[in-house]
């Protein structure tokens, strides 16, 4: 049976960045681009708390880990409340036809 | 000595009398016109109070104590700027033997040059008072002993000078004025160069022990005074005083007017009206060879040693090129003009000689071609007034219409030709006595005594065509000399014949002066030995 | 009488006529009269100047009176020493015997002119200028220095040509002026360089101190060959005003002035101060010098006697006569017979000044007709001037009881003793030649005038003898060219007071070296217990003084018997003769093209040269200043546009890359969040590719 070491939860982390910015790029739906947002944070919580473990470093990646949680709870919770604004504005959540800030 | 700065008043009465012309309203041209007179006529005065109370045995020259009437206070001083120091120059003004005969010329031209501008019509304030100006500028040239004084007052003379040509001239007059100013400039370009390059190269103990840059030219002229390291200090190897001579030497040779620099000066003469004509002929070329005697030779006393032979070729070559110039020319003033070109070229050679009998010669000379010249100039006025041509070939037979006027020109004609018992014949003599006397320069000499018989050719050639001859009828209403005119040209001729016979009378003036410089020259200097080159 | 009244005397003499010049040429436009005071100054001149050299000549015969005062005084000169121009005069026998010359015809040509001038518009100025003249003449005549003799000189060419010029409304006579005081410069120009020379080497122009100095041996510049140039300097003054060849050109054009004014300068004073300048300046003559004096004198009197021959022109005559005369003076001077020169000056000055106011009376008894060809028989009209002419023409021919032969005599003997000196046979062979020309063509110009028939009858029928103003200076003069007033032997002239009393060789004062043989101190310089120019020579001219009078007077005889027969007695026709040697003749009646040689070979060159420099002044020295000028405003042109395309255009280039740069890159920027991060996500990947930190 294989050890699970720092090389396995990296490549779990990387795999969730990836799908993080592919959600952003390829998603016109504000929303999902939020959630590509949350899947990046996420996938550097894992790298926090597995660095944190497997290098010897104390807590203090866990306590990071910790903030990140919290910063991106609350930054879901105004980033929804924009986009529900956005949405009673312009009926829709596309972010490519969002350009009023353009002109 | 005097009770009152009697230089300060000569070179700046006619200042006064430009405020007074200029706050005089336009339309009273007499008013105007009997201020300048007044202002030039003081001067006059002033000048031979000057000459009655001078002391015929100080020598002057390098020697600030035997200079006389000196003024001396500081006019611009600027506390320790970093490294230029302590900058002080001096007001100084002061007389010797060199200066006494020009500033005496300057006021007698100045008052007969006033009485000849008599018939300006045209704008007739500003006239005066760029002319007073001028004045000024010219009287203060032979009195500063400050070589940055005497830069101010060298360039003052220039911009009247401009407009006086540029304005009341004839028909080339913009060029004329443009060329002479141009050319005048370019003169002071080098001088100032060198003016600056002395400036840092010689510094001056004050009475509080302090050392101080200098313009001081008396200061300039002793070699202790000299710091080791300036560019143009005989005790700095690599110094380049043997250029800034060149230079100098250049700026000077313009106002001569030298060959090859000599071109300015016909086209200036022939548009200038009369009496600048006469102020030009008669001090304004006397200015670049007092600068030569006054600056260069004493500040760079072996360098001159060096160059004499030089300076004597370009007085033969003046004397004799100007003369043949002059034989071609068809144009009366322009003839005048080129036979002032050959009479500086006398000047020349006689400073050259570095001898008593040349450069007293050279100073007389001065002095005669300034009373000799002014007098041929007006001579060309009064007809140029009456006919509006200058033609040398429009006349003939004058001297039956004008007995009296063609005396004049007589007097006038046979000083310029040098006959012996009016004044010219003197100062040439005296040069070559001196000029022959040296022996590098003798052959020069030779040849330069050709100069007295084109001198005669081409005068005579010219009374036998104006004055002689069938009377051409196209000028039987012509008069002969007026009042005024009397009154301008009696008191030159006086002058010249007077000279002629009593030469002493003026080398009496220069003559311990001119001594001393010869002996600063040949002995005093002795120490100058380091060339540039 | 004091020496201190000598002086007095002599400048009361010298100024006076200075005076009275003065008064009339200011005051003689308002009172028409004072020609008169002029006149009056020169007669009370001429008795003082009598006096002067009575009591000279009785008191002080042997003495040198001399007088000077400072001019200029340069003071203590670096070093030369004191250093002073003294301007002075000096009383020998020579200078009172020429006042007396100088005064006499001068004011026998004023009482002369009275008459003669009469009625001309500038009478009074006239009269001021033979005033300024006789002033300058009595100038050279008394200084005892080179300058002054030099500022005199000078003055007697003004005079000169004021007086040439009179009549100025004509263009020859103005030309002819000109043309003297010109020729004249060209002598004085040699003559001013002599005393750079002499002043230069003994900071004196004093006659003795200059010659006291050469006497001990000190020479200008250490050499000899100065000493001889300084002579031959000086001596080129004398070229030009005594019209010696190659400079006598000016004399007989100078015949446009008044008669009277040709017989007082251009005969008898003027053209004599070259003469008078020799002798002056005689004892510092090396032999160089002097030979080439001699030649010159010789040259010039032959070239002047052969043109002489051919004129017509009455006044044209008598000036070659006079420059070939001239030249004899100079030729004796340079053989050395000093004394002789001097006396032939003096009776050439009477009998020549009685020629020309003779030809005046002619001139004016034929209402201003000078062609001699159209004269003729005038004998019967002008007995007295006839008989004065007459006599003048014996004396300048040399015929025996007037002074002319004692002094030319004297002179050929001069050449002839040289000759047998020193070998030069050549000079004496001229001096023989021009004698016989001499008697011929005056004979000539005496019977073509007054013998024969009248050629043009109206003029004839008018003509009368002249009043007495006109005659009695002829006569006086004509008096004076007989030999009794020079010596009581007609036939020796040393016989007499005025060659063995009065006018004695001076002793040369040139270094032994520099001398002619026959010079030398070794022979002894004694004769009779006086001391002498030289023994040898003085010897020499015993013995040749019977074989030159023999000579001359076969010579004279000859050209006087040849002028009877071919004019008087028509044996031969003049005009065959002429026809026989055309080109001689030709070259002489031109007067042997010299003056064409002048105009073409001087004055044109030196028009056309005058001419190259003034166009060369014009166009090539003021053409580079223009050029300069227009090179200097074609480069302000240049920056201009330089400034306008190259470094406004950088600056416009420069904004309009940038901005090109950014329309081509803004199409990237689409303001998309999206895009963006793609840009961001690749541009990490190639990074970590090129960094490849694996």
């Given at each position: 049976m294989i050890e699970v070491g720092l090389t396995h939860f990296l490549i779990v982390s990387s795999a969730l960045f990836s799908f993080g910015i592919y959600g952003i790029i390829t998603r016109k739906n504000a929303v999902m681009v939020l959630m590509g947002i949350e899947l990046i944070l996420n996938a550097a919580n894992i790298n926090f708390v597995a660095f944190s473990r497997y290098l010897n470093l104390g807590l203090s990646g866990q306590v990071a880990a910790l903030f990140v949680i919290i910063l991106a709870a609350a930054e879901a919770a105004i980033a929804l409340a924009i986009v529900l604004n956005i949405y009673k504005t312009f009926d829709h959540v596309n972010v490519d036809e969002i350009e009023k800030l353009k002109e | 000595m005097l009770g009152f700065p009697i230089l300060t008043l000569l070179t700046f009465i006619p200042v006064l009398g430009m405020i007074v012309v200029l706050l005089l309203p336009n339309d009273r041209a007499k008013e105007i016109k009997y201020t300048s007179l007044l202002a030039t006529g003081l001067q006059v005065v002033l000048a031979i109070v000057l000459m009655m109370n001078y002391n015929f045995n100080a020598g002057g020259v390098y020697d600030e104590s035997s200079f006389q009437f000196i003024e001396k206070f500081r006019w611009i001083e600027i506390p320790g700027i970093s490294w230029l120091g302590t900058v002080k120059i001096d007001y100084f003004l002061g007389v010797d033997g060199l200066s006494t005969p020009m500033v005496l010329l300057t006021a007698i031209i100045s008052f007969i040059a006033t009485l000849s501008s008599w018939n300006i019509s045209n704008s007739v304030k500003g006239y005066f008072a760029l002319f007073l100006l001028l004045?000024?500028?010219?009287?203060?040239?032979?009195?500063?002993?400050?070589?940055?004084?005497?830069?101010?007052?060298?360039?003052?003379?220039?911009?009247?000078?401009?407009?006086?040509?540029?304005?009341?001239?004839?028909?080339?007059?913009?060029?004329?004025?443009?060329?002479?100013?141009?050319?005048?400039?370019?003169?002071?370009?080098?001088?100032?160069?060198?003016?600056?390059?002395?400036?840092?190269?010689?510094?001056?103990?004050?009475?509080?022990?302090?050392?101080?840059?200098?313009?001081?030219?008396?200061?300039?002229?002793?070699?202790?005074?000299?710091?080791?390291?300036?560019?143009?200090?005989?005790?700095?190897?690599?110094?380049?005083?043997?250029?800034?001579?060149?230079?100098?030497?250049?700026?000077?040779?313009?106002?001569?007017?030298?060959?090859?620099?000599?071109?300015?000066?016909?086209?200036?003469h022939v548009e200038a009206p009369t009496p600048i004509s006469v102020i030009l002929a008669g001090v304004l070329l006397k200015m670049g060879t007092y600068g030569i005697l006054r600056i260069s030779y004493p500040i760079f006393p072996e360098i001159t040693r060096d160059l004499m032979w030089y300076i004597a070729l370009f007085g033969m070559i003046n004397i004799i090129y100007g003369a043949l110039c002059a034989m071609a020319q068809k144009d009366f003033k322009k003839l005048i003009a080129y036979s002032s070109v050959s009479h500086m070229g006398y000047v020349l050679l006689g400073m050259a000689s570095l001898s008593t009998t040349g450069i007293n010669g050279a100073i007389l000379q001065m002095f005669n071609h300034g009373t000799i010249t002014a007098m041929l100039f007006l001579i060309v006025g009064v007809i140029y007034d009456r006919s509006h041509t200058r033609g040398l070939d429009d006349f003939g037979g004058l001297a039956t219409q004008m007995p009296v006027y063609t005396g004049f020109v007589t007097i006038a004609f046979f000083a310029a030709i040098g006959l012996p018992g009016l004044s010219g014949w003197v100062s040439e003599a005296l040069v070559f006595v001196g000029a022959f006397g040296v022996d590098i320069i003798r052959v020069l000499t030779m040849i330069s005594a050709l100069g007295i018989l084109l001198g005669a050719a081409y005068m005579l050639w010219t009374l036998q065509r104006i004055f002689l001859g069938k009377l051409n009828e196209k000028w039987n209403q012509l008069a002969d000399l007026d009042k005024r005119e009397y009154a301008m040209l009696v008191p030159l001729a006086v002058i010249i014949i007077f000279l002629g016979i009593y030469p002493s009378a003026m080398l009496d003036i220069m003559n311990t002066s001119v001594n001393s410089l010869v002996d600063f020259l040949s002995n005093g200097s002795a120490n100058f030995t380091l060339s540039g080159l | 009488m004091q020496e201190i009244t000598f002086l007095q005397l002599s400048i009361t003499v010298l100024f006076l006529p200075l005076l009275s010049f003065l008064?009339?040429?200011?005051?003689?436009?308002?009172?028409?009269?004072?020609?008169?005071?002029?006149?009056?100054?020169?007669?009370?001149?001429?008795?003082?100047?009598?006096?002067?050299?009575?009591?000279?000549?009785?008191?002080?015969?042997?003495?040198?009176?001399?007088?000077?005062?400072?001019?200029?005084?340069?003071?203590?000169?670096?070093?030369?020493?004191?250093?002073?121009?003294?301007?002075?005069?000096?009383?020998?026998?020579?200078?009172?015997?020429?006042?007396?010359?100088?005064?006499?015809?001068?004011?026998?040509?004023?009482?002369?002119?009275?008459?003669?001038?009469?009625?001309?518009?500038?009478?009074?100025?006239?009269?001021?200028?033979?005033?300024?003249?006789?002033?300058?003449?009595?100038?050279?005549?008394?200084?005892?220095?080179?300058?002054?003799?030099?500022?005199f000189w000078e003055l007697v060419g003004l005079s000169s040509y004021l007086l040439i010029g009179f009549w100025y409304e004509k263009k020859s006579a103005s030309d002819a002026g000109k043309k003297a005081f010109i020729v004249n410069r060209v002598g004085d120009i040699g003559f001013f360089l002599g005393i750079l020379i002499i002043f230069s080497a003994y900071n004196t122009f004093s006659f003795a101190k200059v010659f006291e100095q050469i006497g001990m041996g000190v020479l200008p510049f250490d050499s000899g060959a100065w000493l001889t140039a300084a002579g031959i300097l000086?001596?080129?003054?004398?070229?030009?005003?005594?019209?010696?060849?190659?400079?006598?050109?000016?004399?007989?054009?100078?015949?446009?002035?008044?008669?009277?004014?040709?017989?007082?300068?251009?005969?008898?004073?003027?053209?004599?101060?070259?003469?008078?300048?020799?002798?002056?300046?005689?004892?510092?003559?090396?032999?160089?010098?002097?030979?080439?004096?001699?030649?010159?004198?010789?040259?010039?009197?032959?070239v002047a006697a052969t043109i002489a021959l051919t004129q017509n022109d009455i006044k044209k005559v008598l000036a070659y006569s006079t420059v070939s005369q001239l030249g004899y003076m100079i030729m004796s001077l340079g053989v050395?017979?000093?004394?002789?020169?001097?006396?032939?000056?003096?009776?050439?000055?009477?009998?020549?000044?009685?020629?020309?106011?003779?030809?005046?009376?002619?001139?004016?008894?034929?209402?201003?007709?000078?062609?001699?060809?159209?004269?003729?028989?005038?004998?019967?009209?002008?007995?007295?001037?006839?008989?004065?002419?007459?006599?003048?023409?014996?004396?300048?021919?040399?015929?025996?009881?007037?002074?002319?032969?004692?002094?030319?005599?004297?002179?050929?003997?001069?050449?002839?003793?040289?000759?047998?000196?020193?070998?030069?046979?050549?000079?004496?062979?001229?001096?023989?030649?021009?004698?016989?020309?001499?008697?011929?063509?005056?004979?000539?110009?005496?019977?073509?005038?007054?013998?024969?028939?009248?050629?043009?009858?109206?003029?004839?029928?008018?003509?009368?003898?002249?009043?007495?103003?006109?005659?009695?200076?002829?006569?006086?003069?004509?008096?004076?060219?007989?030999?009794?007033?020079?010596?009581?032997l007609p036939h020796a002239p040393d016989a007499g007071w005025f060659i063995s009393d009065w006018v004695k060789t001076p002793q040369t004062v040139v270094p032994e070296n520099l001398r002619f043989d026959f010079m030398k101190s070794s022979a002894p310089g004694e004769i009779n217990g006086e001391v002498v120019h030289s023994a040898s020579y003085t010897e020499a001219l015993h013995h040749a003084h019977y074989p030159a009078m023999a000579l001359s007077l076969i010579v004279a005889g000859l050209g006087i018997l040849l002028a009877f027969l071919m004019y008087q007695w028509k044996k031969i026709d003049p005009d065959l003769v002429a026809g026989k040697v055309k080109p001689l003749y030709d070259f002489s009646l031109n007067k042997w093209y010299i003056d064409e040689f002048y105009d073409a070979a001087v004055i044109k060159f030196t028009l056309k040269f005058s001419g190259f420099l003034a166009w060369f002044d014009n166009t090539i020295i003021d053409g580079i200043v223009n050029v300069s000028a227009v090179i200097t405003r074609l480069a302000s042109k240049i920056v201009d546009l330089f400034d306008i395309y190259i470094v406004d255009g950088f600056v416009n280039f420069s904004a309009f890359i940038s901005g090109f740069i950014g329309l081509s890159f803004r199409r990237m920027q689409t303001g998309k969040v999206q895009t963006y991060l793609v840009f961001v996500v690749f541009s990490i990947l190639i990074l970590l590719i090129i960094i490849n930190p694996f």
């Open positions: - | 004045d000024t500028g010219m009287m203060g040239v032979f009195v500063a002993l400050d070589f940055f004084l005497f830069y101010v007052f060298w360039e003052l003379m220039l911009l009247p000078m401009y407009f006086l040509i540029g304005i009341w001239g004839g028909p080339r007059k913009e060029y004329a004025a443009i060329k002479f100013f141009i050319y005048t400039l370019f003169g002071s370009v080098f001088m100032l160069l060198v003016m600056i390059g002395l400036y840092f190269s010689a510094q001056e103990t004050l009475v509080d022990g302090s050392k101080v840059f200098t313009f001081n030219l008396l200061a300039l002229m002793d070699q202790s005074n000299y710091t080791a390291d300036g560019i143009l200090s005989p005790f700095n190897p690599n110094n380049i005083r043997f250029i800034a001579y060149i230079a100098l030497f250049a700026g000077f040779a313009i106002k001569i007017p030298m060959f090859p620099f000599h071109t300015w000066l016909p086209d200036a | 008064i009339v040429i200011l005051y003689g436009k308002k009172f028409p009269k004072l020609y008169l005071l002029e006149t009056g100054s020169i007669i009370l001149g001429f008795a003082l100047s009598v006096l002067l050299m009575i009591f000279k000549i009785s008191q002080q015969l042997n003495n040198t009176l001399s007088f000077n005062m400072t001019w200029i005084d340069f003071g203590n000169v670096p070093m030369l020493g004191h250093l002073k121009i003294e301007l002075g005069i000096m009383l020998d026998n020579v200078t009172v015997l020429m006042l007396f010359v100088v005064y006499l015809i001068s004011m026998l040509v004023h009482i002369f002119s009275l008459e003669y001038m009469r009625g001309d518009r500038l009478y009074n100025r006239y009269f001021a200028y033979l005033g300024l003249f006789t002033f300058s003449m009595l100038g050279i005549v008394l200084t005892d220095n080179l300058l002054m003799m030099y500022i000086i001596f080129m003054g004398a070229v030009g005003k005594s019209a010696q060849f190659p400079l006598h050109v000016w004399l007989p054009d100078a015949m446009e002035g008044p008669t009277p004014v040709s017989a007082l300068i251009h005969a008898a004073t003027m053209v004599a101060a070259g003469v008078y300048l020799v002798t002056r300046v005689f004892v510092m003559l090396t032999a160089d010098a002097m030979l080439i004096i001699a030649v010159v004198g010789a040259f010039t009197s032959f050395g017979a000093y004394a002789f020169a001097f006396f032939h000056l003096v009776t050439h000055a009477f009998f020549k000044a009685c020629l020309f106011l003779g030809s005046g009376s002619v001139i004016h008894a034929m209402h201003h007709e000078q062609d001699i060809r159209n004269m003729g028989g005038l004998r019967k009209k002008l007995p007295i001037t006839y008989l004065t002419f007459l006599i003048s023409t014996l004396a300048i021919s040399g015929v025996p009881l007037t002074s002319g032969f004692l002094s030319k005599d004297g002179i050929l003997a001069g050449t002839l003793a040289f000759g047998s000196l020193t070998g030069h046979w050549l000079i004496p062979a001229f001096g023989f030649i021009v004698a016989l020309m001499t008697a011929f063509y005056m004979f000539r110009l005496v019977i073509v005038t007054f013998h024969g028939v009248p050629k043009n009858k109206e003029k004839f029928d008018h003509a009368h003898e002249s009043p007495f103003v006109m005659v009695m200076p002829l006569v006086v003069l004509s008096a004076l060219s007989l030999f009794i007033w020079y010596t009581p």
